[in-house]
């Protein structure tokens, strides 16, 4: 035997002593390139920040008309805006902001998405093509214009910004998922469960919805970021949170009123673009530890 | 046909059963084209009896047992099971029946849901059914893990660490895990090492010993049929050509595509293997939308070749004929029984099978070392 194959199979021994899927696991979770492990730094750092904002700086509604559109100093190290609030506290509290609106959004349009898309799919036939119909329709519009319209109809707040991407995004997810419930149901372990007696519900959430979702958290991760951008694009159009909320798209939104003063669309620019590119980056591990566990 | 070992009433009686699947659809004015899968198949199971059912890919095998276990539903014919047509009940009662009637599938690495650790994939026949307590519940899973010999440990690891023949164990452990009364296995084995194949087969033997269950087996390993069963139908383009006790089938076949399978049938002997002569059937299985006339078989029966290619067979359909005077010899769907067995190429192919397996005729159990389970 040669040192190489001694070495593999060292190797596999090693990895089958860890005790199965959830070590495996773990272990994939682990960031493997340069990019990943920054991404990882990036979000874990900014979260961190976030939620320490009362510690970390002062009330970002505070007003101080003497400092009114200062640059970068020792007391505000991000500058100050049009009424003399603090730049760094209104950073770190619009952070919070704009995360409330990732995840939520994930939570709502997921949720329905996934069970409209799991039923329409476990369900076929007639039932399907009507369910799949109401979401062409949906699909029909792009789908900022149809957040734009529903976030007009209610009213800027932090609720109905939610509101209005989750309507615009659920049926992405349920043609996903539909796609994936349609392969997976044709499996033979789903027919062994109906075999065993089990009821359409238990075979579609128990069976069958378990093992569709591998994909779909690859994508729930990545579209954290896309949820955070398009929270801070309608901000950003003023249908979004609205002032004196801090929220980073409504700071590049007031920015450009004051185009002499750069670092007021600096700091918001950049915690978007950090942040939304450290979740396409550390999304990677997600993608791996979904299709590297053994058997699937 | 055969009264089987029992005057009981039998366990499962399939009457008449047929399964069509509606195949793309033609211009309007066509009538629509149905695959006629199943297609006029009656057997009886009795109460502790092995049933084979064999037959090239397509004919139609696999269909049947899953309109058996109520999978799909059978276009016409009923399927009585313990005296009650699955068909007639509603589907609360249909879910108590299922209880007592198990799938064990061909691929173990397909029929166990990956998501779910072994404990879970055993138990979820008793969770279904709502049986007992979860500790309880608990305890029958490693009963049955013992039972089908795999380790203690192994209830808390997921399929994927285990190999086909493990596997295969885990679907065998959750078929039992209700006591049921008819397991039916559909190529049980054909997915595992040969190897592996005799554990198997020696395990589900012993549960049958054990438990009283009865089997329906699919298989198109001829030789693993003859250990196994009580009796066999051959099923040829969606019906039954020859049905009839196992040792009867292998001897004294009476359905000329009995012997060509049969003569097709691997010999463990080069010399023998090399030697004898098959009979190789011309053309391929004609497509079951739209099955031949007279006897499904005869577009590719080497007996009516040589018999002149008598008109009958291509119009009569022939049925299921009791053999010989006892009626437990079983039954053959040929209008010429007595001319395959005066044929030539049947001596020469049960020749060919005797003058190679002397030594395993009979013998159920197969030998083999005890399953070694290590990890």
Redesign the interface.
């Known amino acids: 035997m040669t040192r190489r194959t001694k070495r593999l199979e060292e190797a596999a021994s090693r990895r089958?002593e860890e005790?199965?899927?959830m070590g495996a696991a773990i272990a994939n979770l682990r960031p493997r390139t340069f990019l990943e492990a920054y991404g990882v730094v990036v979000i874990v750092v900014m979260v961190a920040a976030i939620a320490a904002a009362p510690l970390l700086a002062s009330d970002p509604l505070e007003q101080d008309l003497s400092v009114a559109l200062t640059g970068p100093s020792a007391d505000h190290w991000m500058g100050t805006d049009n009424l003399g609030r603090d730049i760094w506290s209104r950073i770190l509290n619009g952070g919070r902001v704009s995360l409330v609106i990732g995840l939520f959004v994930l939570i709502a349009a997921g949720t329905v998405g996934v069970v409209y898309g799991a039923i329409s799919g476990y369900l076929g036939g007639i039932v399907d093509a009507v369910m799949m119909r109401v979401v062409d329709i949906f699909l029909s519009f792009p789908a900022i214009m149809l957040a734009l319209l529903i976030s007009a109809a209610l009213g800027p707040t932090i609720r109905n910004v939610i509101l209005a991407i989750a309507a615009a995004w659920w049926p992405v997810y349920a043609r996903l998922i539909r796609g994936q419930v349609i392969v997976v149901k044709e499996?033979?372990?789903v027919?062994?469960?109906?075999?065993?007696?089990?009821?359409p519900m238990?075979n579609l959430f128990q069976?069958v919805l378990?093992?569709s979702l591998g994909v779909m958290k690859t994508i729930f991760v990545l579209d954290i970021g896309y949820a955070i951008l398009a929270g801070s694009t309608l901000s950003f159009l003023g249908l979004g949170v609205s002032l004196p909320t801090p929220e980073w798209g409504v700071m590049i939104r007031e920015a450009l009123q004051f185009p002499n003063s750069w670092w007021l669309i600096l700091s918001p620019g950049l915690a978007l673009m950090l942040f939304v590119s450290a979740i396409n980056f550390a999304g990677g591990i997600v993608t791996r530890s979904v299709h590297e566990i053994?058997?699937? | 046909m055969s009264e089987g070992p029992a005057a009981a009433p039998p366990l499962l009686e399939v009457e008449d059963l047929r399964v069509w699947f509606p195949a793309g659809r033609g211009p309007a004015v066509k009538r629509r084209r149905f695959i006629k899968a199943v297609d006029g198949v009656s057997f009886t199971v009795h109460r502790g009896e092995t049933l084979g059912l064999v037959g090239e890919s397509g004919c139609g095998k696999t269909t049947t047992a899953r309109a058996v276990l109520k999978l799909l539903d059978p276009t016409e014919g009923r399927i009585l099971f313990d005296g009650v047509d699955l068909s007639a009940i509603p589907r609360r009662e249909l879910r108590r029946m299922r209880r007592r009637m198990q799938p064990i599938f061909q691929d173990p690495f397909a029929s166990l849901n990956p998501k779910r650790t072994v404990e879970a994939v055993v138990a979820e026949p008793l969770v279904i059914h709502r049986q007992g307590s979860a500790a309880e519940r608990r305890a029958r899973v490693s009963e049955l893990l013992a039972t089908v010999g795999l380790p203690p440990d192994a209830a808390t690891r997921y399929p994927h660490a285990f190999s086909g023949g493990q596997r295969q164990r885990i679907a065998i452990a959750r078929a039992m895990a209700l006591r049921p009364d008819l397991i039916v296995a559909d190529e049980p084995v054909s997915a595992l090492d040969v190897s592996i194949r005799a554990q198997i087969l020696n395990l589900l033997g012993d549960l049958q010993e054990e438990f009283g269950l009865t089997y329906v087996i699919i298989a198109h390993d001829l030789a693993l049929v003859r250990q196994v069963t009580d009796r066999v139908a051959v099923m040829y383009l969606g019906g039954i050509v020859e049905l009839r006790p196992t040792e009867e089938l292998y001897r004294r076949p009476r359905h000329p595509y009995t012997v060509a399978l049969l003569s097709s049938a691997p010999i463990p002997d080069t010399a023998a293997e090399q030697a004898r002569r098959r009979i190789v059937l011309e053309g391929d299985v004609p497509s079951p939308a739209d099955p031949p006339s007279g006897c499904r078989f005869h577009t590719r029966c080497w007996l009516r070749q040589k018999l002149g290619n008598p008109e009958v067979c291509a119009t009569d359909p022939p049925p299921l004929t009791p053999i010989g005077e006892s009626g437990t010899a079983g039954a053959a769907a040929c209008h010429f029984p007595h001319e395959v067995a005066g044929s030539s190429e049947l001596q020469e192919t049960l020749q060919a099978l005797t003058g190679a397996s002397g030594g395993a005729k009979g013998c159920r159990e197969v030998p083999v070392e005890e399953p070694e389970i290590s990890d």
């Open positions: 089958n005790s199965g899927r499996r033979e372990y027919t062994a469960s109906r075999a065993l007696g089990a009821g238990r069976t378990p093992n053994p058997g699937r």
